[in-house]
């Protein structure tokens, strides 16, 4: 789970991104062109900046891993750690009853 809160829906995210890209000619660099819309949402420039380079990525204007393929990547990891915890606690049971059945008097 994420330790910060999301201010801003994905809609006012996407209309803000979408704001950086279309006006970027409209200003002499793309950090200004961020400062200033920024500015009118009400987030920091530098979240802008990271809402923007992230929708570059995802719609593959830049290199990077998108958005589907990280959170898939990252629920894979959690299932396969889930799976390691269930095979150590197999294992350990499984040890467990093998030392009980050995512990236990032979029956003629």
């Known amino acids: 789970m994420s330790k910060t809160t999301n201010k801003f829906s994905p809609e006012i995210r996407a209309r803000a991104t979408r ?9 002499p660099s793309r950090w ?3 400062v ?9 420039p530098p979240t802008l900046h990271e809402w923007v380079k992230r929708a570059e ?13 990280a959170d898939k990547l990252k629920a894979l990891e959690r299932e396969n750690r889930e799976l390691r915890q269930a095979n150590e606690i ?7 009853f093998a030392q009980a059945e050995l512990d236990r008097p032979f029956r003629k």
């Not at 704001?19 to 200003?27: A, G, I």
């Not at 200033?36 to 920091?44: L, V, W």
């Open 19 to 27: 704001m950086v890209l279309d006006h970027r000619q409209d200003y």
């Open 57 to 69: 990525v995802d719609s593959g204007q830049r290199a990077g891993v998108p958005t589907e393929m």
């Open 90 to 96: 197999l294992r350990k049971a499984s040890a467990y």
């Open 36 to 44: 200033s819309i920024s500015e009118k949402i009400g987030c920091s």
């Open 32 to 34: 200004a062109a961020v």
